[in-house]
C-alpha cells in the first residue's frame, strides 16, 4: 500500500467545506451516538457490523458515518427540517488497498424534511465536476434508494 494514499488531504476537505457550506448549513454532529441511531441507517440484511462503542460504558457508540448523527440529532430534536452538512470520520468494514480504508473522514450532505435526492445529486455533481469529467451515479447495492458517485470509477459519494 502506498503510504502517500494515507494521507488526509485537508486541501480538498477544505474545498469541500467551502463549496458545500453555500447550500448546506455546516454543523457540528456527535461522534458518539445510541445504538438505535446507528442501527437506523445500516441495511436490515448485515449482522456483521458491529458497532465501535466508546470505553466508558455510557452506552454510546463511535458513528459510522455523519448520516448517523444527523439522525441522533432529529431524534433528539436538535434539528427540523432543512439542508445540513458536516465532516466526520466514516468507518467500514473492508479490505485495505491504496483505494479503500477501514477508517477516512466524509462529508455527509442530507437534506431533512423532503425527500430530494436529485437535488442533493445534482449539487455533488458540480463540486466532483471541479476534478474530473468521467462522473457516473450508480445503484450502492446497499439499500433500493441509494446511489454511488463514481469518478473513474472509484467511488467518492
Known sequence: MNNQNSYINTQYIL?????????????????CVNLESIFSSLPKDNPYITPLARNNNDGLHYVGSAEQSFIQLYNDGKIGSGLYCALTPCQRSEFEDDLHFSIFLKMELILVGQHNRDFILSIAHKFFDKFSKNINIVPSGNKEHELDILINNIEVG
Open 15 to 31: 474545498e469541500a467545506i467551502n463549496y458545500y457550506k453555500e447550500t448546506f448549513n455546516l454543523i457540528s454532529v456527535p461522534l
